[in-house]
């Protein structure tokens, strides 16, 4: 039997930020960094010619905000699905990127191991929100009616 790396390109502004997620995430079993870049417009070309199973998308990046990303990206590699990561741990963030298309959304301050295993759920064609977002509607952050 065939085991398939999980193929991910990530997409951050701050290339620190980048090259740490690529080295925590391109030594854990089962994952593959097809590429990483910092802006909006590389990132539609790159996941247009590497075709990744997995966007790691921050939301807050300029001109193109990770939202303005998340919805291309879904609309045109609708194969392709989406994680939000990003410092943002209010819930209504999680929700808008979900209503773009998203599949998942993890906070900055989840553990490598929630990340790897919201990783491995959107692969599997779950939904997956970061328990520091579970944890804030528990607390009484309001979603406005909206569910995720």
């Not at 741990?89 to 990127?97: D, E, G, T, Y």
Request: aromatic share 6%; charged share 25%; proline share 3%.
């Amino acid at each position: 039997m065939s085991h398939q790396n999980i193929r991910i390109v990530i997409v951050d502004d701050h290339s620190l930020i980048r090259e740490t997620w690529r080295m925590l995430l391109q030594n854990v079993a089962g994952f593959e960094i097809a590429g990483c870049c910092g802006t909006g417009t590389e990132a539609l070309s790159l996941v247009q010619q590497e075709r990744p199973d997995i966007i790691l998308l921050d939301i807050n990046m300029f001109p193109l905000t990770g939202y303005d990303i998340a919805e291309k990206a879904a609309e045109l590699f609708p194969e392709i699905s989406i994680i939000g990561l990003s410092v943002n741990s209010k819930p209504k963030h999680a929700v808008k990127l979900v209503e773009l298309g998203a599949k998942g959304y993890i906070t900055k301050n989840s553990t490598l191991e929630e990340i790897c295993h919201g990783i491995r759920e959107v692969y599997q064609g779950r939904y997956y929100i970061c328990e520091d977002i579970i944890n804030s509607i528990a607390d009484g952050e309001p979603l406005k009616g909206k569910t995720i």
